[in-house]
């Protein structure tokens, strides 16, 4: 195939990544030439059911109800949404396809907006198979189209596709790269661990519209409004909206805020996902709750009480608990059964709140189950800064109290308010009396009383005295695990330095990109 056409209109960043960003804003159309509301079209024939974004630029994507679970793990209530969006200029131009549960109403879809015309070009901002799935069917049936993606994604579609070969049909974009495909001109911003190595988000300069990949993206099919400005987001959606990005990107809120920062530079007019609906009003408030989450700073001031409970003693002090929170002012209380409400809810929840509450049976001489995996979920998911207290239970010997503490006294700036109670069994006079205490600790927390809280410090965390035996056997033996701050990769070494001509096996990047997790 000859890109040679392809290829003059691909300009790589002459600038550096944040200078050539910056650049783009001088690209931008004055707001009204960049039509950013929904155009009227009669329907097409057929099965088709695409939708006109603006005077040149068409949603495509399907949606799913059937679908039980997301990425085989999330339970999807109201079904999710694919997104892809086709531009037709000069030459044309599809953003990310769909997952293959979708792909026959997705090509009916893209060859109904196409309507006889070439496909130019396949933007592959994400390699994940719900958004990568048609890829190669595309490629197919295209033959002149030129794939456009990051060095990453290409290794990856052969692990996906075997034996597609891209080798004289693709464009590597990198950070600042430009594609100009008549009046628009595509700009590449790279979003590493957003949630995948490979991601980049594609940022149409001439209108102001941010196709973000996963970026925010929710569950929930869309059922017929596609705007998030036609549906009660904030009631209905924004709960699944936080779930989605707790769970899916949560753990990488460091890489989320280079690429907030990135968007900072942008003149951002619209928000295009490729789950749930598209961003055209109020882009601050949903920006800002990602900047929340991804600096895991609470979103509200609020208590969750999380329990595990196996015969119900537990549970009813964890409700007894929620009653003195009441009646201390303290409004709003949620409260959860780790046994039954899905982990993927509890750690929404626990992002949403300022005050969790952990209150868990001993089991095994251990934490509940239960709540040991949603704790353990939490430590995956680099849960910090927050406030939490106690409650355990045991009926001969309660342990779950201080193995509790110690999982939390792994996640960073963790902060106990109130003692830890402890049950026997069921709650007696005198516990009823220390949860009273406890509710008062944490509503004065919340009013801001700073006194109530104390460092959760762990007797597992204490490093051994300097001169003992245990000290100069921990020195001589010194192993040191060293995590990527672009992709997580993890790689241990014996000695405190990491090789300084290190190079990660997964995303390329040097020694200077990695931290040092524990010695």
Not at 42 to 60: S, T
Not at 136 to 147: D, I
Not at 481 to 491: L, P
């Amino acid at each position: 195939m000859d890109t040679t056409t392809s290829r003059r209109n691909f300009v790589k960043a002459t600038a550096g990544g944040a200078a050539a960003l910056a650049a783009l804003a001088s690209l931008r159309v004055p707001q009204a030439q960049a039509a950013t509301t929904e155009t009227k079209t009669e329907y097409f024939a057929g099965k088709a059911n695409a939708r006109q974004i603006n005077d040149d630029l068409w949603w495509v994507g399907a949606c799913d109800k059937r679908l039980a679970l997301f990425e085989n793990v999330y339970p999807l209530d109201h079904g999710v949404a694919y997104n892809s969006y086709l531009l037709l200029d000069e030459q044309t131009v599809l953003i990310d396809t769909v997952d293959r549960s979708v792909i026959g109403q997705y090509f009916e879809n893209v060859e109904a907006v196409l309507d006889g015309r070439t496909l130019d070009y396949l933007i592959v901002d994400h390699m994940e198979p719900d958004h990568a799935s048609g890829v190669a069917q595309v490629l197919t049936r295209y033959p002149e189209c030129t794939l456009v993606t990051t060095a990453l994604a290409q290794a990856m579609i052969g692990q996906f596709f075997e034996g597609v070969d891209i080798s004289d049909r693709v464009i590597t974009a990198a950070e600042g790269d430009t594609l100009t495909v008549g009046a628009h001109t595509l700009a590449f911003v790279e979003a590493p661990m957003v949630h995948w190595p490979e991601v980049m988000v594609t940022f149409d300069a001439t209108t102001g519209i941010l196709f973000s990949a996963d970026a925010f993206g929710c569950f929930g099919a869309l059922d017929g409004n596609m705007y998030a400005d036609q549906v009660n987001f904030k009631e209905k959606w924004l709960d699944e909206a936080r779930r989605y990005y707790c769970n899916i990107v949560g753990k990488y809120g460091p890489q989320v805020q280079d690429v907030l920062a990135k968007a900072s530079t942008l003149d951002i007019s619209m928000l295009c996902s490729t789950h749930g609906p598209i961003w055209r009003e109020d882009l601050g408030w949903i920006i800002d709750k990602y900047d929340k989450w991804s600096s895991y700073t609470p979103e509200d001031e609020a208590v969750v009480v999380f329990y595990g409970s196996i015969y119900g003693g537990t549970e009813n002090a964890a409700n007894i608990l929620a009653s003195q929170l009441s009646q201390a002012g303290v409004n709003d209380v949620k409260v959860y059964d780790v046994s039954k409400t899905h982990g993927s809810y509890l750690i929404g929840e626990a992002f949403r709140a300022s005050h969790l509450v952990f209150c868990s049976a001993t089991y095994n001489m251990g934490i509940f189950t239960p709540m040991k995996n949603f704790l353990n979920d939490l430590v995956a998911h680099n849960m910090q800064n927050r406030k939490v207290s106690f409650v355990e239970n045991g009926t001969w010997s309660p342990a779950s109290g201080q193995l509790m503490q110690d999982i939390v006294a792994t996640m960073p700036d963790m902060v106990q308010v109130g003692d830890l109670v402890t049950i026997r069994s069921t709650p007696n006079a005198a516990n009823v009396e220390e949860l009273t205490e406890l509710a008062g600790a944490i509503a004065a927390s919340l009013s801001g009383d700073e006194s109530v809280g104390t460092a959760v410090v762990t007797s597992d965390n204490a490093e051994p005295a300097a001169g003992t035996v245990e000290a100069a056997e921990k020195a001589s033996d010194v192993v040191t695990t060293w995590k990527c701050t672009v992709c997580g990769y993890i790689y241990e070494c014996e000695g405190e330095e990491l090789p300084a001509d290190f190079v990660c096996p997964l995303c390329g990047k040097d020694a200077t990109f990695f931290e040092l997790v524990e010695e």
